[in-house]
């Protein structure tokens, strides 16, 4: 710990505000063409009071800030770039019960991640597919089993 770290610790302990932040890691997908639109926004997120450290991956099209932040407050730092921003909507695909369904899988989305969304994704099966996944249930006493 820094001078400057230790100054924030004592200042944070002496404080009549007894309003602290949580520690947050706030990950956005951000618009970013090139290296240039890298900076602009790390420059831009490291401004944010509380801000610890700012990650940028252009491959992903991510920022990420961790540190005593507000979600409201990074998103609003963000989007003074200029650049098309939204909070970070994707979730690993081992998260998500069906990640195959419409509206969760996305093309887009970077390799092992599909979108999130609030409302569980419930496959529909055709009539075809529902009788032959009904033959191996186990719910049915008169289903073939295969040991």
């Known amino acids: 710990m820094g001078v400057a770290g230790t100054l924030e610790y004592f200042s944070d302990l002496f404080s009549k505000k007894k309003k602290k932040k949580q520690l947050n890691t706030v990950s956005l997908k951000v618009r970013m063409d090139c290296e ?3 900076l602009k926004v790390k420059k831009a997120l490291s401004g944010v009071k509380g801000a610890k450290s700012v990650e940028v991956d252009m491959k992903q099209q991510k920022a990420t800030v961790y540190g005593y932040v507000d979600t409201k407050e990074v998103l609003k730092a963000a989007q003074a770039t200029g650049k098309k921003v939204e909070k970070w909507p994707y979730v690993p695909y081992n998260m998500i019960a069906h990640p195959y369904v419409n509206g969760v899988y996305d093309k887009k989305a970077p390799t092992n991640f599909v979108r999130f969304t609030d409302e569980p ?6 009539p075809d597919e529902e009788k032959y996944l009904l033959i191996f249930s186990d719910e049915n006493p008169n289903a073939c089993s295969i040991m």
Do not use: K
Request: proline share 0%; glycine share 34%; net charge neutral.
């Open 36 to 38: 240039g639109c890298g």
């Open 121 to 126: 994704g419930v496959a529909t099966l055709n």
